[in-house]
T-cell receptor, first 114, second 114 residues
Framework: AQKVTQAQTEISVVEKEDVTLDCVYE???????LFWYKQPPSGELVFLIRRNSFDEQNEISGRYSWNFQKSTSSFNFTITASQVVDSAVYFCALRGGAGNQFYFGTGTSLTVIP | DGGITQSPKYLFRKEGQNVTLSCEQNLNHDAMYWYRQDPGQGLRLIYY???????QKGDIAEGYSVSREKKESFPLTVTSAQKNPTAFYLC?????????????FGPGTRLTVT
């Protein structure tokens, strides 16, 4: 069975603080893909990053970084020096299984307080 | 620019009426998807299609219907049989294989039925 768990429902931080959004996944596939999306108040989901199961290299993009650890089935997302514009709902997703379907977590609502 | 368009952004209907939500993509993606999102909730899959003239039910297909007559278009009809149709509807598309494997989303349609 495929499953994505985002245990943090809501997080509030003060501007310039670092924040980590957790994502834990379950799959029996050896080949799968993991993603993070941002959903600002406008509603459209914006793709942030893709990672395949064979690439455990961490990635940094500006203030964003991602830590993929197969040993703990986690794909965590860290925002450094958070800004008000980072306020959004963030979704972690897994692609795999029969039919290569997408499985989304329930999302983490991040509020950055000025 | 390539992308996904959904129209209209806001839609109001009276109870008992069928309503069709439009979704068009010019990304040349084979797969298209419809999701429903309720306030404070994650994404739930309604229908998806991987090829023209073929589609499969997702987790909450009851009360909805779709068609896929063209690769670019995947309209969703919310029928009067759908008990709680008021929600935010998101359309997405993706490649079936390859490096760029993620879903891209349209801006969404907010449907209100009274």
């Amino acid at each position: 069975a495929q499953k994505v768990t985002q245990a943090q429902t809501e997080i509030s931080v003060v501007e310039k603080e670092d924040v980590t959004l957790d994502c834990v996944y379950e799959t029996r596939d050896t080949t799968y893909y993991l993603f993070w999306y941002k959903q600002p108040p406008s509603g459209e989901l914006v793709f942030l990053i893709r990672r395949n199961s064979f690439d455990e290299q961490n990635e940094i993009s500006g203030r964003y970084s991602w830590n993929f650890q197969k040993s703990t089935s986690s794909f965590n997302f860290t925002i450094t020096a958070s800004q008000v514009v980072d306020s959004a709902v963030y979704f972690c997703a897994l692609r795999g299984g029969a039919g290569n379907q997408f499985y989304f977590g329930t999302g983490t609502s991040l509020t950055v307080i000025p | 620019d390539g992308g996904i368009t959904q129209s209209p952004k806001y839609l109001f209907r009276k109870e008992g009426q069928n309503v069709t939500l439009s979704c068009e993509q010019n990304l040349n993606h084979d797969a298209m998807y419809w999701y429903r999102q309720d306030p404070g909730q994650g994404l739930r899959l309604i229908y998806y299609s991987q090829i023209v003239n073929d589609f499969q039910k997702g987790d909450i297909a009851e009360g909805y219907s779709v068609s896929r007559e063209k690769k670019e278009s995947f309209p969703l009809t919310v029928t009067s049989a759908q008990k709680n149709p008021t929600a935010f509807y998101l359309c997405a598309s993706s490649r079936l294989a390859g490096v760029t494997y993620e879903q891209y989303f349209g801006p969404g349609t907010r449907l209100t039925v009274t």
